[in-house]
T-cell receptor, first 112, second 112 residues
């Protein structure tokens, strides 16, 4: 099993550009989440999904869109990148219930 | 605002000493978890404690949970240089069981 795979690992965008951060898991987990990590802020939840076709907002959803058309994939879209979205982004997945979350290795995004 | 807050923010100890870090949270929880993050990497699950449990052990790790004080502590005994990392608590609240909300983290440095 590859676990949770995020692509790309690094990305530089210009303000106003759009892009999609990819996340895929091969563990058949129902729940998937996107977090951003900024210095001194810990991890903040952007969006999450409890299954294919079902998504909801987290703590900091503005500027981001998600969709979940399959169990395996949970892409995060930035429609018009802003410097405030410079961060490290982590995708996580887990089974239902009181279970551990598995994280990808992160995408380091810089918006200039 | 974030659910969990770790204390201290940073901790430096000698190899062989014990390291204790604390997590305080705001609302009722289903479970509380601890994760480790090595520099520049994704988070790795360490231990999960349910709301009806008071103490749990895993190898050199000991976690306690006091729901009356809304706090948890993580003890790492006989620390090693390889324990150098950031440690985060995460909670699953009774009002949002699908979401894991992370705290701000404790940066632990173990000196050889």
């Amino acid at each position: 099993n590859a676990g949770v795979t995020q692509t790309p690992k690094f990305q530089v965008l210009k303000t106003g550009q759009s892009m999609t951060l990819q996340c895929a898991q091969d563990m058949n987990h129902e729940y998937m989440s996107w977090y951003r990590q900024d210095p001194g802020m810990g991890l903040r939840l952007i969006h999450y999904s409890v299954g294919a076709g079902i998504t909801d907002q987290g703590e900091v959803p503005n500027g981001y869109n998600v969709s979940r058309s399959t169990t395996e994939d949970f892409p995060l879209r930035l429609l018009s990148a802003a410097p405030s979205q410079t961060s490290v982004y982590f995708c996580a997945s887990r089974r239902t219930g009181n279970t551990e979350a598995f994280f990808g290795q992160g995408t380091r995004l810089t918006v200039v | 605002s974030q659910q969990g807050e770790e204390d201290p923010q940073a901790l430096s100890i000698q190899e062989g000493e014990n390291a204790t870090m604390n997590c305080s949270y705001k609302t009722s929880i289903n479970n509380l978890q601890w994760y480790r993050q090595n520099s520049g990497r994704g988070l790795v699950h360490l231990i999960l404690i349910r709301s009806n449990e008071r103490e749990k052990h895993s190898g050199r790790l000991r976690v306690t949970l006091d729901t009356s004080k809304k706090s948890s502590s993580l003890l790492i005994t006989a620390s090693r240089a390889a324990d150098t990392a950031s440690y985060f608590c995460a909670t699953s609240t009774t009002s949002g069981t699908y979401k894991y909300i992370f705290g701000t983290g404790t940066r632990l440095k173990v000196l050889a």
